[in-house]
């Protein structure tokens, strides 16, 4: 019978391209690597190698049971980290929900260092309105969340705050509204909105309809192309617009009561449904030294002071 170190001998020798390589690799004299691949070819009755020339070839054989042997090392690693994890209490399963403008390839690269520290965790992505990731969170759906923060005590979750996100006001080029030199209230309430509403008809705090016509969408990025549209404005996040901004595909309107843009908190919401693993642990530090380094969180997630 075979044995996982022959096979480990087997595929190294594979990799490496000779028995003097792979013996080094494995910190093993030649003659026990030899000796390991002569005992697994009796073990399979069957020629691995064709030793005519100095350097080894694979058989026919050896190419068909070359992917089949690292299969049950990717297998036989998977297991042992497994056993390890139950061992430590590494949850089998976490679920985040994250607003859906705040998601980005910079946020992402946050947790994307979790599939080697925790890889027998299966991880969920949810992304929905805040209003919807409060719900998920709260009934243990979800085991964390990241929203726009509305200031409100939250009693039967936690949570803490990263920072602050910018939105922006803004409008198609050829829209009414870019021709005013600064665009009041009133001004707003004259043209058709384009308004963020949760799955279960909630609005955001601070970008509620405030015109007698409105579109809702239930994303920002709706919104976005809404107004791209020349359908209406909107408060949308400066996260999601700074190439079309840049590339003038839309323009940010000098609204008099929120010249610079209107500042919200970020937060991260944690369910006290489920217990607090290895893993929830320290995707929480994670979150809460990536708040701490206000460079880098302006930087990428392009939050403002």
């Not at 602050?164 to 005013?180: D, G, N, S, V, Y």
Request: proline share 3%; net charge negative; aromatic share 8%.
């Amino acid at each position: 019978m075979y044995s996982f170190e022959q096979l480990k001998v087997f595929v190294t020798v594979c990799e490496s391209g000779s028995f003097s390589a792979a013996a080094r690799k494995l910190k093993r004299a030649q003659s026990g690597v030899s000796q390991a691949i002569a005992n697994l070819e009796i073990a399979v009755n069957q020629d691995l190698f064709n030793r005519e020339k100095n350097t080894p070839t694979l058989t026919k054989s050896g190419e068909a049971l070359l992917p089949i042997a690292r299969s049950i090392l990717q297998q036989q690693a998977y297991f042992d980290q497994k056993a390890t994890a139950l061992t430590k209490a590494y949850e089998h399963e976490l679920i985040i929900a994250v607003d859906e403008s705040i998601v980005s390839d910079d946020f992402l690269s946050i947790l994307a260092p979790l599939a080697d520290q925790f890889p027998i965790t299966h991880f969920e992505i949810i992304t929905a309105s805040s209003f919807d990731i409060e719900d998920l969170v709260r009934t243990g759906q979800a085991h964390a969340g990241i929203v726009f923060a509305d200031g409100e005590l939250k009693v039967d979750m936690d949570f803490f705050v990263l920072g602050q996100a910018r939105f922006l006001t803004i409008a198609a080029p050829e829209h009414a509204l870019t021709k005013l030199p600064m665009v009041e209230h009133d001004d707003l309430k004259l043209h058709r909105q384009c308004v963020h509403r949760s799955a279960k008809r909630k609005e955001l705090w601070f970008s509620y309809g405030i015109s007698s016509k409105i579109w809702y969408a239930n994303n920002h990025q709706t919104l976005i192309d809404l107004v791209r549209q020349n359908i209406g404005w909107a408060l949308v996040p400066e996260l999601l617009i700074k190439t079309q901004l840049e590339q003038s595909a839309i323009v940010s309107l000098p609204v008099a009561h929120e010249f610079n843009g209107w500042l919200t908190a970020v937060g991260c919401l944690v369910s006290r449904s489920h217990s607090s693993g290895p893993v929830l642990e320290h995707v929480l530090n994670t979150l809460k030294q990536y708040r701490l380094n206000e460079n880098r969180w302006e930087r990428n997630v392009a939050l403002a002071n």
